[in-house]
Nanobody, 125 residues
Framework: VQLQASGGGLVQSGGSLRLSCAAS????????VGWFRQAPGKEREFVAA????????YYAGSVKGRFTISRDNAKSTVYLQMNNLNSEDTAAYYC???????????????????WGQGTQVTVSS
C-alpha cells in the first residue's frame, strides 16, 4: 500500500490543521494506521494511532485532548485533526500503516511496514 500524507502548513499558535493520509494500491481498511512526527534534531515520536476497525484509538500524552484521529474506510483515508496547536507541535508528520499489530506495538514506529512521505506542520508563536 502507498500512503500519501497531506494537509500540513503554517498556522499560528492556538490554531488548527487537519492532516490526511490517503492510500493507493490497496484499501486502507485492512490496516492499522499511525501518525508520527519528527522535529529537527529530535527523534521520531508517536502521535496517534487507530485500529483497522476504528474501534480503538491511541494518543501520546502530549496531544491527548487536542488531537483526534479518525478514519473513513470508504475513502481509504485516515485523518488527524489537530486543535490548539503550539510551537512544540512543529514537526514533519508521517503516517504509517501495518496490517498486523498487537496493542503494545501500535505506538512503535518500528513495527509499521508502510510509510508515507512527511507533511510539514509549522506553528508560529
Amino acid at each position: 500500500v502507498q500512503l500519501q500524507a497531506s494537509g500540513g502548513g503554517l498556522v499560528q499558535s492556538g490554531g488548527s490543521l487537519r492532516l490526511s493520509c490517503a492510500a493507493s494500491g490497496r484499501t486502507l481498511s485492512g490496516y492499522n494506521v499511525g501518525w508520527f512526527r519528527q522535529a529537527p534534531g529530535k527523534e521520531r515520536e508517536f502521535v496517534a494511532a487507530i485500529r483497522r476497525s476504528g474501534g480503538a484509538t491511541y494518543y501520546a500524552g502530549s496531544v491527548k485532548g487536542r488531537f483526534t484521529i479518525s478514519r473513513d474506510n470508504a475513502k481509504s483515508t485516515v485523518y488527524l485533526q489537530m486543535n490548539n496547536l503550539n510551537s512544540e507541535d512543529t514537526a514533519a508528520y508521517y503516517c504509517a500503516a501495518d496490517s498486523q499489530l498487537i496493542t503494545s506495538s501500535m505506538t512503535n514506529g518500528d513495527a509499521y511496514d508502510y510509510w508515507g512521505q512527511g507533511t510539514q506542520v509549522t506553528v508560529s508563536s
